[in-house]
């Protein structure tokens, strides 16, 4: 049976819905780590492209003998597919597929791959790295072409219960600045944990290019003290300045109770269609005389320090400063870090975003850490339609709407909530729902059609 996954805006053709829904894609997945014999029961899932990125439209089982079908596709125009297959909790994308009036059927042949967790088959076959020094920094670009040489899939083992899996660890410097990857697919994939960059990402058969840069500094002086690393000040040494003198700053470090609490917070929302678009701004103190080290959640894991309660269906996060970026992880639905937080303050600022569909919507937001001040801004055409549990909005001329904390100190934990109402959806605005519609309505009817000939 093939059914609908989602309602997602499709590139549609300047044919009407009637005339342009008329493609088939078929084929057959076949298991490549049993001598390409077909298989049955395997997830079929169909993307098209959608403003440049590739959106699940339907989905369905193979058969028996591991055939499939998707018929009444848009055909021409920008109407382009993505057939895939999933399996053992990987998913193995096909080839991409263009139907045209002349060209209204393809056939494919998609390849799945048994799954492994050990022993680990990956092996570097070239590797290349590349280091050039400046004042004050060395830059180094690492390349490699890793190979599975193996006929089945490597996804990794969890170091402990409840883990995510890993299948390839970088020990890279630990105090490197930042780290940019050539390819977007593995710098979202990986990880900063216990200083090493992390990845689950599947590995099947066949070779793949991973290709990295990353920053250290160079004569920065620093100290080391109950395994936190205090940087001091840059250095920079001269034929009229060959010596330098300076002062370094340790502290004790104590791992509970918790003293960090946020002096001021400030939340921005700004919806648009299909999306919320949050930016997050937080000073965070320590205003004891410690180094705050935090806890692990359990026996050998890593402590953590803060965690960030932000709603766990969020697309994806930006870090205003990579310091932070690469030291967050999502473990349990949370951002987390096991950053050590020494006396004074430090800004955090990041975003993220809400995949949204819906007219009406409600936001909840529980604080990390108690907190001094905060300030909710809405940005919205319709200011009438939001409320908060802060209490009363104001309003202002430029279309904010401003929700301000009136008690001394909120706790940890308390939940802030936002209500928003006429949010812009896209298919409101766009008439490719038009034809995405009919795309859903034509695959349904033909599943009812196919359903009614099997029960005959």
């Not at 895939?84 to 994308?93: E, K, Q």
């Not at 104590?254 to 299909?274: A, K, Q, T």
């Not at 007219?359 to 339609?385: A, F, K």
Request: with cysteine; glycine share 8%; charged share 20%.
């Amino acid at each position: 049976m093939v059914y609908a996954i989602a309602l997602l805006a499709v590139t549609a053709t300047g044919a009407s819905p009637a005339d342009a829904i008329e493609g088939t894609l078929s084929g057959i997945v076949v298991n490549a780590s049993h001598d390409s014999l077909p298989a049955g029961g395997i997830e079929i899932v169909l993307r098209a492209q959608v403003d440049g990125n590739f959106v699940p439209v339907a989905q369905t089982m193979a058969d028996a003998q591991g055939r499939f079908r998707f018929e009444n596709l848009l055909i021409g125009g920008d109407s382009l597919y993505l057939p895939g297959a999933n399996s053992d909790g990987v998913h193995y994308p096909g080839p991409r597929v263009q139907l045209t009036q002349q060209r209204p059927e393809v056939a494919v042949k998609l390849e799945i791959y048994d799954a492994v967790s050990e022993p680990d088959p990956l092996e570097i076959l070239r590797y290349e790295i590349v280091i050039r020094p400046e004042p004050g920094a060395l830059h180094v670009t690492e390349s490699m072409i890793v190979e599975n040489p193996s006929t089945m899939s490597y996804v990794g083992r969890a170091a402990h219960e409840g883990g995510e899996p890993v299948t390839l660890r970088l020990a890279i410097p630990s105090d490197f600045d930042r780290t940019t990857f050539n390819k977007e697919f593995f710098g979202r994939r990986f990880s900063w944990i216990k200083e090493k960059l992390v990845t689950g990402v599947p590995w099947p058969p066949g070779k793949r290019e991973l290709k990295f840069s990353y920053v250290l500094a160079n004569d920065l002086p620093g100290a080391n003290s109950d395994g936190v690393h205090y940087p001091g000040p840059r250095v920079q040494l001269t034929q009229q300045r060959p010596e330098v003198a300076v002062k370094l700053e340790v502290y004790d470090a104590v791992s509970g109770p918790n003293p960090l609490e946020i002096l001021r917070y400030e939340i921005v929302i700004r919806p648009e269609p299909g999306a919320l678009h949050v930016t997050e701004s937080m000073i965070v103190e320590n205003p004891s005389t410690m180094s705050y080290v935090g806890l692990a959640a359990h026996e050998g894991g890593k402590p953590v320090t803060l965690r960030l309660a932000i709603p766990s269906d969020f697309d994806r996060t930006t870090f205003n400063k990579e310091f932070f970026g690469r030291r967050f992880s999502l473990i349990k639905e949370k951002l987390i870090t096991c950053i050590p937080w020494p006396p004074g303050k430090r800004e955090l600022k990041f975003s993220y975003v809400l995949a949204n569909d819906s007219s009406h919507r409600i936001w909840r937001r529980p604080l990390d850490l108690p907190c001094r001040s905060i300030q909710l801004i809405v940005e919205t055409d319709n200011p009438e339609e939001v409320s908060c549990s802060l209490g009363p909005a104001h309003a202002t001329e430029d279309g904010r709407v401003i929700f301000q904390s009136t008690e001394t100190v909120l706790p940890s934990g308390q939940v802030i909530q936002l209500e928003l109402g006429l949010l812009p959806v896209r298919w409101m605005s766009s008439g490719r729902w038009i034809a995405l519609l009919a795309l859903v309505m034509a695959i349904s009817a033909s599943s009812l059609v196919t359903l009614r000939r099997r029960s005959l």
